[in-house]
């Protein structure tokens, strides 16, 4: 049974009537697009991975030459649509027939987890304020100039 593709259609033109279809060709490069993007990030869950190895993918030959041409997915093109960037981490991994092996253990993969869920816990975009409880933006910027100039005052 094939798959209904995912893809979705052209955009109207500005003036209302619809796109023309587009070619066969371009519509199976956007399929074969979505899906290579949906595998590379499949590949940031660890369990995925152990999944992957106990099924005997990752001793495949054939399969590694296929990581190793995702590796593309770094490129500063295709990037910009990772949402999520650990699977880069998790590609470059797998890389090592070390890590492969180990992925069979139940053990590794449940360190894997803990050492995410610990990154997700204290990641942050922005450092937190220092030496200053926010209560509202405009008395966050007052305490922190009284605070310089009691410094330098002391001074």
């Given at each position: 049974?094939?798959?209904s593709s995912t893809i979705l259609p052209p955009p109207p033109l500005p003036d209302g009537?619809?796109?023309p279809a587009r070619p066969p060709a371009k519509e199976a490069n956007l399929v074969r697009f979505q899906a290579e993007?949906?595998?590379v990030q499949c590949l940031s869950h660890p369990q995925y991975l152990h999944s992957l190895s106990t099924q005997g993918y990752l001793t495949k030959p054939s399969f590694i030459n296929y990581l190793k041409y995702l590796e593309y997915w770094r490129e500063p093109e295709y990037v910009k649509f990772i949402v999520y960037p650990t699977c880069l981490v998790y590609l470059t991994l797998l890389q090592s027939d070390?890590?492969?092996s180990r992925l069979n253990d139940p053990g590794f993969i449940g360190e894997l987890m803990r050492v995410g869920v610990k990154h997700h816990e204290?990641?942050?975009v922005d450092k937190p304020p220092t030496k200053v409880n926010i209560v509202s933006?405009?008395?966050a910027v007052d305490e922190v100039k009284q605070d310089a100039t009691q410094d330098?005052?002391?001074d």
């Amino acid at each position: 049974m094939q798959q209904s593709s995912t893809i979705l259609p052209p955009p109207p033109l500005p003036d209302g009537t619809p796109s023309p279809a587009r070619p066969p060709a371009k519509e199976a490069n956007l399929v074969r697009f979505q899906a290579e993007l949906e595998f590379v990030q499949c590949l940031s869950h660890p369990q995925y991975l152990h999944s992957l190895s106990t099924q005997g993918y990752l001793t495949k030959p054939s399969f590694i030459n296929y990581l190793k041409y995702l590796e593309y997915w770094r490129e500063p093109e295709y990037v910009k649509f990772i949402v999520y960037p650990t699977c880069l981490v998790y590609l470059t991994l797998l890389q090592s027939d070390i890590f492969r092996s180990r992925l069979n253990d139940p053990g590794f993969i449940g360190e894997l987890m803990r050492v995410g869920v610990k990154h997700h816990e204290t990641w942050r975009v922005d450092k937190p304020p220092t030496k200053v409880n926010i209560v509202s933006k405009d008395t966050a910027v007052d305490e922190v100039k009284q605070d310089a100039t009691q410094d330098q005052d002391e001074d």
